[in-house]
């Protein structure tokens, strides 16, 4: 699905994942599942691009399943959330949700860890701002385009009947969440991208 001229989103895959290109950079936000991951992988190869930079919003293996698929298969730079560094490279388990059915379904959602990651504070790509959107993971973090007024929000806000709203089910820290979804919402004339659901205009 094409956003606009510089982003599209990937079709096929349980979360969202988007390709943008920034001047020469091709930035791939998230990875997918597993399966999702041999979808991206697809799409790259049937384009005859592929992804320099992968930004992570968040540790849940619907977002990087496919992630470590993919960096054997393209070889990019991976930014991942500061707070999440030791899940995704696999040195800590990921804190469980808070609610049993989150918990439940979190333990069937595997991911292989990824070593070579940097800190989502150290991105360098122009025209991509980093902001903090912790409470549904600890490190939940949204990406800003801010010359196409994008947010990639990830899970921090999801859209459900055309508004954005919290999975409560899969949050870890519900306040935090509250806050974060209320300072995605508070950026007028944005429009978020989100990991599940459709584009909405703020």
């Known amino acids: 699905m094409k956003i606009n001229d510089a982003v599209e989103r990937i079709d096929g895959v349980v979360a969202n994942c988007y390709s943008l290109k920034i001047g020469d950079v091709t930035v791939l936000v998230d990875s997918g599942t597993r399966s999702g991951g041999k979808k991206i992988i697809d799409y ?18 619907d977002h990087i399943g496919g992630l470590s698929e993919i960096v054997e298969r393209f070889h990019p730079k991976v930014y991942v959330p500061d707070l999440e560094l030791k899940i995704v490279s696999g040195e800590e388990k990921p804190p469980a949700p808070k609610s049993f059915i989150g918990r439940i379904i979190a333990r069937s959602l595997k991911f292989n860890p990824v070593k070579a990651i940097v800190p989502a504070s150290k991105l360098d790509v122009p025209g991509i701002e980093v902001m903090a959107t912790p409470g549904h993971t600890i490190g939940s973090t949204s990406y800003i385009l801010d010359d196409f007024k994008l947010i990639f929000s990830g899970d921090a806000a999801v859209e ?40 909405v205009k703020i």
């Open 44 to 61: 790259y190869e049937r384009s005859g691009g592929k992804p320099d930079v992968v930004v992570i919003t968040h540790h849940h293996a």
């Open 160 to 199: 459900s009947g055309g508004k954005l709203v919290i999975n409560k089910t899969f949050t870890y820290e519900i306040n935090g969440a509250e806050r974060s979804l209320e300072t995605i919402a508070s950026m007028k004339g944005h429009t978020v991208l989100p990991g599940h659901g459709n584009p």
